[in-house]
Every structure is written in structure tokens, then in C-alpha cells.
């Protein structure tokens, strides 16, 4: 008979729909971002509110212009990731033994059906708020995408090895410092995208872009100086200096003037500006929920090591007679609980 240890592994069917619906994440949100990019008015091709999927790809096959493309590509792949997430909390709540996954993949849910809704408010209610629910739609799209990177993670075999490994407290601290950084520059971001004419969007985003560089280096600084280093620092590098660039290529597209008198020594590269932006919308996603899965992977190291240490405690070392469960056995029950 298998341990609970074993049987508290998730099938890897569950492991891969949890990566496609990661995968299918990733258009919708590059879709979504170019719709933002190209101007507000793309996203006001169809004032009928909701339409059916199969009316979205109709539609997408008679017109093949930019703005059609973005905007009902976009609301296609809504409906896939849609799909996806109920087989996902389905899959969750009765094929993994963890209790608190089943409520995690419910909460996926929810966030997709609800940053369903604020995608509708932000065509219906455009000439009102559309600004505004246009950046909650984009922000809260991020956090959709981290908490689906965070169920594939917790489906894969990276989470059942991690309990093996070893994160030090200063990085296991830091890394949600950095988790958080990350979050308020994007919020910071969606303003310079919505809201350009604020005070504190361009001054904050900008500024704060020094504060994130600095977290991420001492973050992976301080992963690289554990006895056993957390994987991540390589990719988490590579992102960081691809945004940087798209970052610097974005501001000198917004704020370049093509009729100044006087010359300017910093053009921006020749190729369209709103791909660099959605690009850059893109990438600072994808740093954010690498740095929320960095901060998963060593806090489970701590709380695997609190609970090995608690029931290696709680049972005690002589017994009068034949204990009906070892410490073996205890502690393997624990590891299936987490």
C-alpha cells in the first residue's frame, strides 16, 4: 500500500492542464495589452455587450484587420482560459488530496470570472469610467496570471522537491519584499498606460523602476548564497534586463517629439511603438509571477521544515508498548498535507 506521502501527489493530468491554461493565459493577456495599446477605441468594435463564442469567432474569421484581431482574439482566448479554469477547480476539489488546493482552484476561478465582468464594464461603461476599468482590467489581470502560475507550481513535482531543499530566512523574507515591489510598480505602470496626465504615475513608475532593479539583484544575490540555491535567479535576470529595455524603448516612443526644434540625441528604435508597450506589459507579468513563485517555493521550504520539526517533537522517543503509528509514518502524513 502506498504512503500518504505518495498518494497526496496530484495526477499529472491535473499538472497539465494547469500549464495549458498558464500557456492560453499568456495571448489573452498579450491580446488584451495590444487592445490598450492601439487605442482605447479598439475595444468599442462591439457595443452589444456579451457575445456567444461561437459569434466572437465567426466574427474574427469574416474580418481579418488589426482591431478585429485584437479584440475578438482577445475575447476567444477568454472563453478557452475560461474552459480551462472550471476544469481546473473541478480538478483540483476532487482529484488532489491537499484540501487547501481544492479552494485555490476554486479562487482561480472566481478571479477569471471576475476579470470576465470588469472586461464587460470596460466596453459598456467606456464613455463613463472607461479609463479606469480599463487599468483595474489590466492590473487584475496580473494577479490572475500569478495565481494560475501558483496552481501549476503547486500541481508539479518542483513543489513536492522542494521540501528537500534548503531557503535561508533573509530569502524567504525578501523574496516577498521583492513580490510586492514587483506588484506596486505594475500598479504604477497601469497608470503611466491610463492614466499619463497623473502626477503620480510617470514620476512613481519611472523612480520606482530603480527600487525593483535594486530588490530583484539582492534577491537573487541572496538565493545564489544559500547552501542550496533556489532555481529562478537565471530567468528572473533575463526578464528583468529584457524589460528594462522595453521599458526605456517605451518611454522614448511616448515622450519622443517628432517636430522639436532642437536635436534629440535619444531616438526611439524604428519599429512600432504600441508592440513595445504590449511587450513590456507582458514581461513585467511574467516578473511578477516568477517572484510570487519564487516566494511560494521558499516559504514551503520554512513550513516544511516548522511541521518535520513539530511532529518529530510531539512524538516521543520511549513508549511502553508498540505505538499503532511511527514517526515515519507521522511525519509522511504531514508532508502529504502540504
Known amino acids: 500500500m502506498m504512503d500518504n506521502c505518495e498518494t497526496s501527489v496530484p495526477p499529472r493530468w491535473l499538472h497539465a492542464l494547469a500549464v495549458l491554461t498558464v500557456l492560453l493565459t499568456l495571448p489573452l493577456l498579450f491580446l488584451g495589452a495590444g487592445v490598450t495599446s492601439h487605442g482605447p477605441g479598439v475595444a468599442?468594435?462591439?457595443?452589444?455587450?456579451?457575445?456567444?463564442?461561437?459569434?466572437?469567432?465567426?466574427?474574427?474569421?469574416?474580418?481579418?484587420?488589426l482591431a478585429f484581431v485584437l479584440e475578438y482574439?482577445?475575447?476567444?482566448?477568454?472563453f478557452l482560459v475560461g474552459l480551462c479554469g472550471i476544469g481546473l477547480a473541478v480538478g483540483c476539489w476532487f482529484f488532489d488530496r491537499r484540501p487547501w488546493m481544492g479552494w485555490i482552484g476554486f479562487l482561480a476561478l472566481a478571479m477569471i470570472c471576475a476579470q470576465g465582468l470588469l472586461g464587460i464594464f470596460r466596453v459598456d461603461y467606456n464613455a463613463l469610467h472607461g479609463r479606469t476599468f480599463a487599468m483595474i482590467h489590466g492590473i487584475f489581470a496580473q494577479l490572475v496570471f500569478a495565481v494560475l502560475v501558483s496552481v501549476a507550481l503547486c500541481?508539479?513535482?518542483?513543489?513536492?522537491?522542494a521540501r528537500h531543499e534548503s531557503a535561508s530566512t533573509a530569502v524567504q523574507r525578501w523574496s516577498?519584499?521583492?513580490?510586492?515591489?514587483?506588484?506596486?510598480?505594475?500598479?504604477?505602470?497601469?497608470?503611466?498606460?491610463?492614466?499619463?496626465?497623473s502626477l503620480v504615475g510617470p514620476r512613481g513608475h519611472m523612480l520606482g523602476a530603480?527600487?525593483?532593479?535594486?530588490?530583484?539583484?539582492?534577491?537573487?544575490?541572496?538565493?545564489?548564497?544559500?547552501?542550496?540555491?533556489?532555481?529562478?535567479?537565471a530567468s528572473l535576470l533575463a526578464l528583468l534586463a529584457l524589460q528594462l529595455l522595453l521599458g526605456v524603448e517605451s518611454w522614448l516612443a511616448r515622450f519622443f517629439v517628432d517636430s522639436a526644434v532642437t536635436h534629440q540625441a535619444l531616438l526611439p528604435v524604428p519599429m512600432h511603438a504600441e508592440w513595445v508597450r504590449t511587450?513590456?506589459?507582458?514581461?513585467?507579468?511574467l516578473i511578477f509571477s516568477t517572484t510570487v513563485a519564487i516566494a511560494l517555493i521558499a516559504q514551503r521550504q520554512s513550513a516544511f521544515a516548522a511541521v518535520v520539526k513539530s511532529a518529530s517533537a510531539d512524538v516521543p522517543t520511549l513508549t511502553p508498548g508498540p505505538s499503532p503509528k511511527g514517526r515515519g509514518?507521522?511525519?509522511?502524513?504531514?508532508?502529504?498535507?502540504?
Open 44 to 65: 468599442m468594435i462591439d457595443k452589444e455587450g456579451f457575445r456567444a463564442p461561437w459569434v466572437i469567432v465567426s466574427r474574427l474569421l469574416e474580418n481579418s484587420e
Open 73 to 78: 482574439g482577445h475575447r476567444t482566448f477568454g
Open 155 to 161: 500541481t508539479s513535482r518542483r513543489w513536492q522537491t
Open 176 to 197: 516577498i519584499v521583492t513580490m510586492l515591489l514587483v506588484f506596486a510598480q505594475l500598479v504604477l505602470g497601469g497608470l503611466v498606460r491610463h492614466l499619463p496626465d
Open 210 to 233: 530603480f527600487v525593483v532593479v535594486g530588490a530583484v539583484v539582492w534577491l537573487v544575490f541572496l538565493m545564489l548564497g544559500s547552501h542550496a540555491p533556489l532555481r529562478g535567479p
Open 279 to 285: 511587450a513590456h506589459y507582458l514581461v513585467g507579468t
Open 329 to 338: 509514518e507521522e511525519v509522511r502524513e504531514l508532508e502529504g498535507a502540504l
